[in-house]
């Protein structure tokens, strides 16, 4: 599933990002990418809602299409 996500990053966000997509997280193993990935969302509930109603909106419009796979 790809979302396309259209909001100001704050300061601690691109902190993250930059971390989510360094070249040491993309090839650290499972747990670790995971535990990254839920830190970062953890932050985007807690400080953009707005994210969170977007990423809702998202899943939704895709669940309706055929080839929706939320797991892959
Ligand atoms: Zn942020």
Redesign the pocket.
Known sequence: MKLWLDFE??K??ARYIADLTDEEFLFADDITRNEMSSKFLR??TY??PEVIHSISKEVKIQQIRPEFDLYK
Request: one cysteine or more.
């Open positions: 990053p704050c601690k966000c932050h985007l400080n953009h």
